[in-house]
């Protein structure tokens, strides 16, 4: 398909004054405000070519019902007549996506003649995002809103420049990952790794790919602060917590028996690790009083903590076999169940990984991973603090070597930013956004998005579950794109 086929267009308007090589409004033919809706995308038949472009921003007009003065016909109305719709004019703003040429869409340069036709496709017309994809490496998912049979090219080439997923609670971010981002990743070659906060989101979905976070194998420092947490911290407080008898104890046993008993049961791992320290506390602490108490403390401490805790960080998988066992797959894809741990656990899960993945790449290794994170300002958030600093940190560093080394990280963010949002830093490395129906405090950051294309805040606030503008990299389409998708399954 060169050019749109003429039996496939429906000419709706003309093209009214003002017009530009960006933009050019349009004036719709008598009844066609009843039938064409904004998003939909239009063809210009213009002296340099079809001009495609997409409707946002109508308008409806009738001079003689201007409310603020008398006039005849307002005068008519407020006795319940009904005036002439004689003179009522529709418009839309036509946004510009290019012009059709045979290698695709390029930058319309030239004026949009006034009175050029403006058409719409019939229904059953093919797909015209075709155009738009042309030439490029893409792979087709979702739909255009409200054209079920119009599929999204994304752009494969850049879904390394990573991805974010922006929405109020219950905008469908999880469903888009699931039934839209994954399946592009997977097509475009990636073996994919999520990381389910909660557990709930991902893991029930991929139940044989899901792995929980306690089978992984965690590193020393990770292990030590979680059962230090869960013992209450032996009862030290304040500047004791990092620094005292029973921690240097627990460091020694992690080190040198971890190894070895991480696989008995968690009884026999309990009274291990208090023979363990008890011994090394007599050794290490000389002064009796301060000995006395730090065994006190210690007895405290095994009070708190229960040897089922133990099992959250009993496991044996490695990172690297996770990693391994997932390139080794065909659309390989693993789900990290996150549920039954604290923050600092999965955070640590976390910094571990990132880690592991840096280490990869510095080494110059090409990945192929993409990096599904949700619940985005758990790990980057505005203000990190403490072992968020360490995981915003990663974050940068993961997408900054990325690029090179395929790697895709998606990051999923009820806020765009400010302190409902993520952190600036990180968000400066997502070249492909999706913006779901978003809370009020976020619409002053995404005017800055999408306010240039025509899309007004009102339909932000106004998206259905489901519903998300596609915007930058990986969209073929220089104008952001209305898109949808029905679950399968
Ligand atoms: N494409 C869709 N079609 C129909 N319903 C949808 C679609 N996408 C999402 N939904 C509905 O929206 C609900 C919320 O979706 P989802 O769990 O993905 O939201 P979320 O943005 O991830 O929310 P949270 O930030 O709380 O995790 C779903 O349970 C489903 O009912
Ligand atoms: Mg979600």
């Given amino acids: 398909m060169q050019l749109p086929d003429r039996n496939e267009l429906e000419k709706i308007g003309i093209v009214a004054s003002d017009s530009s090589e960006t933009r050019a409004k349009l004036l719709l033919e008598e009844k066609q405000e009843l039938r064409v809706r904004s998003e939909e995308i239009v063809v210009i038949d213009t002296p340099n070519g079809y001009v495609l472009g997409v409707l946002r921003s109508g308008s409806g007009v009738n001079e003689a019902l201007k409310a603020n003065a008398y006039r005849p016909s307002v005068a008519y109305a407020k006795k319940g007549g009904v005036p002439s719709g004689a003179r009522e004019i529709y418009t839309f703003e036509i946004m510009v996506i290019g012009v059709i040429t045979e290698n695709g869409i390029e930058q319309n340069r ?19 995002l075709e155009y738009v994809a042309r030439n490029r490496p893409v792979i087709w998912k979702a739909c255009l ?15 390394t420049y990573h991805i974010g997923v922006f929405g109020a609670t219950g905008s469908g971010k999880s469903w888009l990952t699931r039934h839209v981002i994954i399946p592009v990743l997977l097509e475009a070659g990636f073996k994919v790794l999520v ?32 059962i230090m947490e869960k013992a209450e911290y032996f009862g ?50 000389t002064r009796e009083d301060q000995r006395k108490n730090a065994l006190r403390k210690m007895e405290y401490g095994f009070k708190k903590l229960k040897p089922t805790d133990l099992d959250a960080v009993r496991g044996s998988l490695s990172i690297e076999e996770l990693v391994e066992e997932l390139s080794r797959e065909e659309a390989g894809i693993r789900v990290i169940d996150m549920s039954l741990v604290g923050s600092e656990e999965k955070l640590s899960f976390f910094n571990s990984l990132a880690r592991f993945l840096e280490e990869g790449m510095e080494l110059g290794e090409s990945l192929n991973i993409a990096l599904v994170i949700d619940e985005g300002p758990q790990y980057a958030p505005w203000e990190p603090k403490g072992i968020q600093g360490e995981s915003t940190e990663h974050i940068k560093n993961l ?17 765009i930013a400010g302190d409902i949002g993520i952190n600036a830093a990180v968000r400066r490395n997502l070249n492909t956004q999706f913006f779901g129906a978003l809370h009020p405090l976020d619409m002053q950051e995404a005017d800055n998005w999408l306010k240039p294309y025509g899309i007004q805040r009102e339909y932000l606030l106004s998206l259905k579950p489901g519903q998300f503008y596609f915007v930058g990299k990986a969209n073929p389409s220089p104008i952001p794109l209305l898109i949808s998708f029905k679950p399968e399954g």
């Fill in 195 to 226: 990381l389910d906060w909660n557990g709930e989101d991902y893991a029930p979905y991929f139940k044989d790919k899901a792995i929980p976070i306690s089978r992984l194998k965690l590193d020393e420092k990770a292990i030590v602060s979680y």
């Fill in 399 to 415: 997408c900054a070597l990325g690029r090179k080394h395929r790697l895709c990280i998606v990051i999923i963010s009820q806020g």
């Fill in 236 to 285: 030290y407080s304040s500047s004791y917590r990092d620094s005292n008898p029973v921690k240097e104890a627990l460091e020694d046993y992690v080190s040198k028996r971890w190894e070895e008993v991480s696989q008995k049961k968690p009884e026999e791992i309990f009274l291990d690790m208090r023979s363990y320290l008890d011994n090394s506390i007599k050794q290490i602490v």
């Fill in 110 to 128: 030239l004026i949009i003649p006034p009175r050029s036709n403006v058409y719409l496709f019939r229904k059953g017309a093919s797909n015209p």
């Fill in 145 to 159: 809103d409200g054209h079920e049979d119009w599929k999204i090219p994304f752009d494969s080439s850049f879904l």
